[in-house]
């Protein structure tokens, strides 16, 4: 026989072959890990839907940050979770609020760790939306006004970076404004530029206590639709121009295209963030017994990377950071 074909298998033979062709890997610098920070006092308080995360109250998150230093994960996105909401969210540029103690309390401990901060009102508002309400629907630039706040007074609490995730119009422009006039020139933002209306948040709004109550039923008239292609490519543009330094796509798994999209039509880090609800099947399966939850993880938090994302915002970097030191 005189068959003509390529043999790929030569490059799967052994380990340290496959090891040796192998293009993308999950390094512990890619992880970003996401707390939830409550008021009141020693409470850790595990989220019904979200197995082995929590909501922190301050005095047990140091704790939890030992933890973090340990395993070598760079980098936290911290979300607040006031006691007192109203139709303005004012607890979030509140500086004496949760997020912003959290922060300063965080960074006086661990200098060297990131800081992110979530720049959104859905946790701090009665209504639970990302923005002001009047007339139902979410006005957009006037809540700009109270994400400037927002973020400057995080910046002023020691945030390292600033997280827009409202998907408000102009929400880049005009926290770089108010990051550069109070002083905060050196602080970049890391856009939700690319944030899709997903059924797969819905155990962090358990989480965050964020789930809309009044008003629009849903956050479709700000979030993207999760059939759209080239609106990404919009979203993408609009805030690399608006002065974005990190670009985020959310969520993870079922965006995979928009991740390659994006990363192929720009030059700044891309962020992919494995959301609550990719978070919770996974954990569901594995309870079950039905999967191997170690070996799914890395295999989609590779896929992210293959996909060309450089950092990952995921409830699995703690376990990923462990598997690798253990690697
Ligand atoms: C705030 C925000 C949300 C998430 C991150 N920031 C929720 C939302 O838009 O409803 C979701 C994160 C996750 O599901 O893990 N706007």
């Not at 409202?166 to 856009?191: C, H, K, T």
């Not at 609550?276 to 191997?292: L, N, P, R």
Request: with cysteine; aromatic share 8%.
């Amino acid at each position: 026989m005189n068959l003509q074909f390529n043999r790929h298998r030569r490059l799967r033979s052994s380990e340290t072959m496959r090891s040796m062709v192998r293009e993308n890997f999950i390094r512990k610098e890619d992880l970003i890990y996401p707390l939830f920070i409550v008021e009141g006092e020693n409470i850790k308080k595990e989220i019904s839907s979200m197995p082995g995360q929590y909501q922190f109250s301050l005095d047990m998150l140091e704790i939890e940050m030992q933890t973090i230093i340990q395993l070598k994960i760079p980098a936290v996105i911290l979300f607040g979770i006031p006691d007192h909401k109203d139709a303005l969210g004012s607890e979030a540029y509140n500086d004496n609020g949760i997020l912003q103690k959290a922060i300063r309390q965080i960074k006086a401990s661990h200098p060297d760790l990131l800081v992110i901060a979530d720049t959104c009102l859905c946790e701090y508002t009665d209504h639970g939306h990302c923005g002001m309400i009047e007339h139902d629907c979410v006005i957009n630039d006037e809540s700009l006004e109270l994400l400037v706040k927002t973020a400057v007074s995080q910046a002023k609490a020691g945030a390292d970076i600033i997280a827009p995730s409202n998907m408000m119009d102009g929400f880049v422009a005009a926290i770089r404004a108010g990051l550069d006039e109070n002083g905060f020139e050196n602080i970049p933002i890391m856009s939700y530029a690319v944030k899709y209306a997903s059924a797969f948040y819905g155990p962090f709004r358990d989480a965050a206590d964020s789930a809309p109550r009044t008003g629009p039923s849903d956050r479709k008239t700000y979030q993207m639709d999760p059939a759209n292609r080239l609106e990404a490519l919009r979203e993408m543009q609009s805030d690399i121009e608006e002065g974005a330094d990190f670009l985020i796509v959310k969520p993870a798994l079922s965006y995979l295209d928009i991740t390659r999209d994006v990363r192929n039509n720009c030059n700044l880090p891309v962020v992919t963030y494995n959301v609550s609800g990719e978070y919770a099947m996974v954990k569901a399966a594995a309870q079950k017994g039905w999967i191997d939850e170690k070996r799914i993880v890395m295999e989609q938090l590779t896929s992210m990377k293959r996909a060309g994302a450089d950092m990952i915002i995921t409830y699995f970097a703690k376990d990923v950071a462990k598997w690798l030191n253990e690697d």
